[in-house]
């Protein structure tokens, strides 16, 4: 049975957006029982589609023609008050961002007792006990106690726990999920699509997932729909549009996939260690005053690895694992107060400030996120030579090498002379490794260079930095939350959790025999593992083999 | 300040009635000296005169003197205190922040109190009671609106260098070796300066009304004729001659409003995100 | 320890260093100030009598060590004793503590008034952005804004005492009238109609600007979307999820407002010649009464440091995120 139905709907922008239509004639169904999920890059508009059929679109935006049918009826002709009585009704929605999406004022029952209220004729003790019921329906502990906290005390994934209890209190036959997983870590989000899974096949429910991400369409959807550019570009089971795309677009997301690669040669490690890190630890202390304690946070414990000539190591954990700690403390930006460092034989924790300025050449950090590291008001030639310039070198020589690195990296001299608003995040990543290769490095710490970049372009710098490490035989500290985008430029793989290294060894065996539970949990929770990309779709993918 | 900037400029109309008046009240001051030779202070015709009279087209106050002649002259006032002391406060505010703001910490610590202290003070009364045991003087009178002025500028300065300090690009000129002096200056300010400039245009606004109120209450430097001290002077006489307290008042509130609508054009102009939100 | 009591421990401790830091400062003025620091406290009236002038050196040693001037100085603080009008021939504390309640009692309603009027404007300015209302709103909010409120004060009388003759002009009674009881209380009223309408007209233009500002901003907010998308009627989605988040910044400059509508008060008495604080202090301006000026600075601070403590209290109980305590 057809829950909702959406058809030829083209939904206009503003005059001066980028393009006419943040939508176009989009038409797809969503049936009871099934999960579709709907896939597309940002910009793609699928999130916009979304917020038309819960009418929840902001006032420069308007559908221009076009119908969204639930059970038959146009939604988008409803007088407002009965669309109110479907939103939240018959209709519910979760978004992307659970830090935000509660009301920070309000006691969490109450705003789940909210949706009762206008909802349902039931009186105040039958609400309550709903809410409670609801919150334990979703793998809350403690529900009656729980039903009283401020969103501030629940952590990340207690929080899309509780929009989905509030999205489910009056029995919604339509679902719809707006990346709902994309800001937890990746444990988290196993749970959560594990209780939407649950939840649509206990209620029969027609759920509507939005993702980025194809391994998450591979672990959940029955039906995918793909779009580019605000139109639907294909549409069918999941198995088909997984396993035989059609569509170019398709085929070019689907190979742009972080995967893992079986293949990959094992790293032959020669000579002595370029960095060895031993027992390296930093607590951080915060807040504290006059009539309370500071509070501690272990950012690292005893982190013990080494990196030799012309390998990559990379050190994956979720957020408060402390993974940052070790690249950080590399470049000087944090200081341990336990351990060692040495480079190149020296400790470089044992240097003071001074001592350590000319270490700085040597190691050089790319940051992750696109639009924050670079200065808006700096031209790329500037951002690329200030640190050669910083370091003695006279601007023309300097801008000369800029040239030659930008070329390096992919991009046109041309750039030299513009400003970084002008690119796009992933030129802006190449910018930001062009800036870390002016000086020559022998060690490149890459801190989550692509998690805020499109699967597509992700794919493209992920190359680039492959290609850059084998023709300047770079040494690499890469840092991630995702296994699967480490599979793909690690030899090495260092897994962290609460501060401590749980695992460490070559990929090949941490993926194929994890020796740590939480190693474990960690591949388990990898969206979509079972399925493998099609052959004919991973020719670029080939490069760690031997060459 | 670029073609872009203009436009952006340009489209709010209030901003950009705000900057013409605000020029013709600078020519104003400029010229006070060729439209109305001689001192304000000088007897120009009988007193209480009302407007519109032969010698004075904006009336005569109870001394005789010309009302528009003081008003001239004393946009030269208000306006020359207005931007010295906002000047002042601008240098302490923004020194002050940038290093609360940059270095952190106990320095941080330590600035932070300092300014909630000057906060909580009463700021006009403590205008008074400096201008007061000072004796009043240009000097004085700038001085001590800065003192009373700079806390804000303080604030915003370091949250703006606390929050670019930790900013990428920031953390990315340390890795590459840059100074912190050069960081400082090439890095951080250029982008921390656009909300000090609409705060400090909103700022000469705030001065010039200080200026005037302590004028009013006879805290005037006594050899200027400032609109404040015209108002107060006529205070008592207000039911015989309403033009005596009205139009040096009306030149404060236009020259203030004035100076608030540039204000806010320069913020929709620095700041495009915000510009649009109202007009969703 | 119930954490609200840990709380306003805390606070309190922050205000008792405030307050001495304020005294310390006036110490420092006094001696700062051009001329003898006797002659400075004792005013131009004082001044001229020798006598006193002694009485005072003596009273506040000021022949000793600055250190232990200080020090007998801030005894004296603490004890109470602001110094003494020679002009006024009283004490400093018991002349100001006369005059505060008129001063408390045109402040706190200005503030009321431009709190509930600055709010509810705001609002629907905010509500109703981009309209013709909301331009309206905006340009009469800047141009109270711009205005010295001095001189609103004068046109005020202008308009309602002089030409339409609705309201009193000056004082805060009606000389020789002899009201009591209900009349007294509605002649009092009368007579504070209009210094606090001009007092609260400049405020209410700032808290209408920060209120609309603080909503737009809300509005945008990802929990709100939320609230849209649980199909909740529009006015419980204004009342409970913008408006009550919208109001913590205007509660945070309330609290720094309290100052400045203290120091507007001087004005404002003085024009429409109440007898309070402010109009003691441009008295004082004129005699040259230092000491009394120095007095009045100190309780105003307190005021406005007591003032602080209230507001920071109603903030920590709106906003659930504030740790009172660990």
């Not at chain 1, 590399?330 to 040495?342: A, F, S, T, Y």
């Not at chain 2, 940059?102 to 300092?114: C, E, L, P, S």
């Not at chain 3, 711009?146 to 308009?159: H, K, S």
């Amino acid at each position: 049975m057809t829950l909702l139905s959406v058809e030829g709907l083209t939904i206009d922008l503003p005059p001066g957006a980028d393009r006419r239509h943040a939508v176009e004639d989009v038409t797809f169904a969503l049936e009871r029982e099934e999960i579709l999920c709907v896939v597309g890059e940002s910009g793609s508009g699928k999130s916009m589609t979304a917020h038309a059929i819960m009418g929840l679109l902001p006032k420069a935006v308007t559908v221009s023609s076009g119908a969204i049918r639930h059970h038959g009826t146009d939604v988008l002709s409803l007088p407002e008050k009965q669309q109110r009585a479907l939103r939240g009704g018959r209709i519910s929605m979760i978004f992307q961002e659970p830090m935000t999406a509660l009301n920070p004022l309000m006691r969490v029952g109450d705003q789940i007792d909210e949706v009762l209220r206008y909802h349902t004729q039931l009186d105040r003790a039958a609400r309550r006990a709903r809410v409670v019921e609801l919150l334990a329906s979703v793998g809350l502990p403690e529900p009656e106690h729980l039903r009283r906290s401020y969103p501030f005390r629940l952590s990340g994934g207690q929080r899309q726990r509780v929009m989905i209890a509030m999205a489910l209190a009056v029995q919604p036959d339509v679902l719809i999920a707006d990346e709902p997983t994309t800001a937890l870590d990746v444990t988290t989000q196993k749970q959560i699509l594990d209780l939407i899974r649950e939840v649509q096949a206990t209620r029969h429910m027609g759920v509507m997932f939005i993702t980025h991400d194809f391994g998450v369409v591979a672990e959940i959807a029955h039906r995918v729909a793909v779009m580019q550019h605000g139109r639907v570009v294909e549409i069918g089971r999941a198995a088909d549009v997984l396993n035989r795309p059609q569509h170019p677009y398709t085929r070019q997301l689907i190979s742009a996939v972080p995967h893992l690669i079986e293949h990959r040669a094992d790293f032959a490690r020669a000579g002595a260690p370029l960095l060895k890190a031993e027992g390296v630890s930093k607590t951080f202390h915060l807040g504290g005053g006059l009539f309370r304690p500071a509070k501690t946070v272990v950012a690292g414990e005893d982190i013990s690895l080494e990196i030799h000539p012309g390998e990559t190591v990379g050190l994956v954990g979720e957020s408060g694992s402390g993974k940052s700690t070790l690249g950080r403390s590399v470049v000087g930006l944090i200081r341990p107060e336990k351990g060692r460092i040495l480079f190149d034989g020296t400790d470089l924790l044992a240097l003071s400030r001074r001592q350590f300025r000319p270490w700085r050449k040597h190691v050089q950090m790319v940051f992750q996120d696109p639009y924050a590291s670079l200065n808006p008001r700096h031209t790329v030639g500037d951002i690329i030579t200030q640190g050669p310039v910083a370091f003695g070198e006279d601007r023309r020589t300097a801008m000369d090498k800029a040239r030659r690195t930008l070329e390096l990296v992919g991009l046109d001299a041309s750039a030299l002379t513009r400003f970084p608003h002008e690119f796009s995040g992933g030129q802006r990543q190449r910018i930001s490794i062009a800036r870390a290769l002016a000086l020559e490095p022998k060690l490149l710490v890459a801190d989550e260079p692509v998690s805020a970049l499109d699967v597509s372009v992700q794919a493209q710098v992920l190359d680039l930095l492959e290609e850059l490490r084998h023709r300047l035989n770079l040494s690499m500290l890469f840092i991630t939350h995702d296994l699967r985008v480490a599979a793909q430029v690690c030899d090495t793989i260092a897994v962290m959790q609460r501060g401590r290294i749980v695992e460490i060894g070559p990929a090949r065996d941490v993926f194929s025999t994890p020796r740590h539970a939480y190693t474990r949990q960690l591949l388990d929770a990898i969206p979509g593992k079972a399925w493998s990309i099609p052959e004919d779709l991973t020719p670029v993918r080939r490069r760690g083999m031997a060459s | 300040m670029n073609a872009d900037f203009w436009h952006a400029y340009a489209r709010n109309k209030g901003a950009v009635v705000g900057l013409v008046f605000l020029a013709l009240v600078v020519a104003l001051a400029a010229l006070a000296d060729v439209l109305f030779p001689g001192s304000p202070w000088d007897m120009a015709t009988a007193p209480f005169q009302p407007p519109l009279s032969d010698d004075a087209p904006l009336g005569s106050d109870t001394l005789g003197r010309d009302i528009a002649s003081g008003i001239a002259h004393g946009a030269r006032v208000s306006l020359l205190i207005g931007l010295t002391s906002t000047l002042v406060a601008v240098l302490i505010g923004v020194l002050l922040g940038a290093v609360a703001g940059f270095y952190g910490g106990r320095v941080d610590d330590a600035v932070m109190r300092f300014t909630e202290l000057f906060q909580t003070i009463p700021n006009f009364v403590l205008a008074v009671v400096l201008v007061a045991i000072f004796t009043p003087s240009i000097t004085s009178i700038v001085l001590a609106i800065a003192i009373v002025s700079w806390p804000p500028l303080a604030r915003l300065a370091r949250a703006e260098f606390m929050s670019l300090r930790t900013r990428e690009f920031v953390q990315a000129a340390v890795t590459t070796g840059q100074s912190n002096a050069t960081i400082i200056l090439r890095q951080i300010l250029p982008n921390s300066l656009s909300p000090i400039i609409v705060s400090a245009s909103l700022m000469v606004a705030t001065a010039i009304l200080l200026e005037s109120s302590l004028s009013f209450l006879g805290l005037g430097d006594p050899n200027m004729m400032s609109w404040g001290y015209m108002v107060g002077a006529a205070r008592t006489v207000i039911r015989q001659a309403w033009w005596m307290s009205f139009f040096p008042g009306v030149a404060i509130l236009l020259t203030v409003l004035a100076l608030n609508l540039v204000g806010e054009g320069l913020n929709d102009a620095m700041n495009p995100k915000m510009a649009r939100r109202g007009r969703a | 320890m119930p954490r609200i009591v840990l709380f306003i421990v805390q606070r309190l401790v922050k205000a008792v260093f405030v307050v001495l830091a304020i005294a310390v400062f006036n110490f420092f003025l006094v001696h700062a100030a051009p001329g003898d620091p006797a002659m400075v406290m004792a005013g131009e009236a004082g001044a001229a009598d020798a006598k006193f002038i002694e009485q005072l050196r003596q009273q506040f040693g000021l022949d000793r060590p600055l250190i232990e001037q200080l020090g007998t100085y801030m005894g004296k603080v603490v004890q109470g004793d602001l110094g003494y009008s020679y002009r006024q021939q009283r004490p400093v504390l018991s002349l100001l503590m006369d005059r505060l309640p008129t001063t408390l009692a045109l402040t706190l309603s200005a503030f009321v008034l431009a709190l509930i009027g600055g709010v509810l404007l705001g609002t629907l300015a905010a509500m109703r952005a981009g309209t013709w209302s909301d331009t309206a709103i905006t340009i009469v909010g800047l141009t109270a804004y711009a205005t010295p409120i001095f001189w609103i004060g004068l046109m005020l009388i202008l308009l309602f005492s002089v030409n339409l003759g609705w309201l009193p002009a000056f004082g805060i009674e009606t000389v020789g009238a002899g009201y009591t009881g209900l009349a007294a209380f509605k002649d009092w009223v009368m007579h504070l109609i209009l210094p606090v309408a001009t007092l609260g007209l400049f405020y209410m233009a700032v808290y209408t600007r920060l209120t609309r500002a603080s909503i737009l901003e809300v509005r945008d907010m990802d929990f709100v979307k939320t609230a849209r998308a649980k199909g909740l009627p529009e006015w419980r989605i204004v009342s409970v999820h913008i408006l009550r988040n919208a109001i913590l910044p205007v509660i945070t400059v309330a609290g720094f407002q309290a100052g400045h509508l203290v120091g507007g008060s001087i004005l404002i008495e003085t024009v429409f010649a109440l007898p309070g604080i402010g109009r003691l202090a441009f008295d004082a301006v004129l005699q040259r009464d230092y000491a009394v000026l120095l007095g009045i600075f100190l309780v105003t601070s307190v005021v406005v440091v007591v003032f602080n403590l209230i507001t920071d209290l109603i903030y920590t109980l709106v906003d659930p995120r504030i740790e009172v305590a660990p």
